[in-house]
């Protein structure tokens, strides 16, 4: 048993000393400032279901534009809805996501 212990202990330590997979990638306030447009959409629309039983288009809510360097597309049938907020001036290609769920993800693309 003591070994098994050393041995998943030497392995944890060692996962921490892997490279760190977003070096080079784009300036986390970027990422911070796309993560408080996410925030701020699900509120919008979580108000607008609340109030008229129905999602809205990114137009109809009052969440302002997007950060520069990104691009956002929102889908929606009203019963649920869907969008992306990409970084198009971030080498590794972030992006960040969310549904009716509101719960916010952070991805990057498969290479």
């Known amino acids: 048993m ?3 212990g050393a041995i998943l202990t030497a392995a ?3 996962i921490g000393a892997l490279p760190n997979p977003q070096a080079g990638c784009a300036d986390p306030n970027r990422r911070s400032a796309a993560i408080v447009m996410a925030r701020a959409i699900n509120d919008a629309e ?3 279901f609340r109030g008229q039983r129905s999602y809205k288009q990114i137009d109809g ?3 302002g534009t997007p950060p520069p360097g990104t691009t956002l597309q929102l889908t929606t049938d009203g019963d649920t809805y869907a969008f992306s907020i990409k970084d198009t001036d971030d080498p590794c290609r972030a992006a ?6 509101g719960v916010i993800y952070a991805a990057a693309p498969i290479r």
Do not use: C, H
Not at 96 to 101: A, E, G, H, L, Y
């Open 2 to 4: 003591k070994w098994i």
């Open 96 to 101: 960040i996501f969310s549904d009716q769920t």
């Open 12 to 14: 944890a330590l060692g």
């Open 61 to 63: 809510l009052p969440v």
């Open 46 to 48: 979580a108000a607008a």
